[in-house]
Nanobody, 120 residues
Framework: QVQLVESGGGLVQPGGSLRLSCAAS????????MGWYRQAPGKERELVAR???????NYADSVKGRFTISRDNAKNTVYLQMNSLKPEDTAVYYC??????????????WGQGTQVTVSS
């Protein structure tokens, strides 16, 4: 079994900051990429940022220069530092982890989602 536990969401004013965390635990042999997606009401889930095991990152154009993704491999944890938040960043944020449980199969796991609301 693998569990992903997210934390750090909440209500923030425009221009503010939040830091999301997602910790993976359980039967994990190796982790490949880790990422954050978001889904706003009435919209499809979209990639926000992703980081590979080697530290390479990619971001959605809408968050470049404002969000920073990082990971702590020793803790199996991925972070998303969100600065200069805008109302359009309001969404449920989900972490995604691609990992191997030792069965020569890479699988995707999802967190439960954490609400981020940007409003004055």
């Amino acid at each position: 079994q693998v569990q992903l536990v997210e934390s750090g969401g909440g209500l923030v004013q425009p221009g503010g900051s939040l830091r999301l965390s997602c910790a993976a635990s359980g039967s994990i042999f190796s982790i490949n990429s880790m990422g954050w997606y978001r889904q706003a009401p009435g919209k499809e889930r979209e990639l926000v940022a992703r980081i590979t095991s080697g530290g390479s990152t990619n971001y959605a154009d809408s968050v470049k220069g404002r969000f920073t993704i990082s990971r702590d491999n020793a803790k199996n944890t991925v972070y998303l530092q969100m600065n200069s938040l805008k109302p359009e960043d309001t969404a449920v944020y989900y972490c995604n982890v691609n990992l191997n449980r030792g069965y020569a199969l890479w699988e995707d796991y999802w967190g439960q989602g954490t609400q981020v609301t940007v409003s004055s």
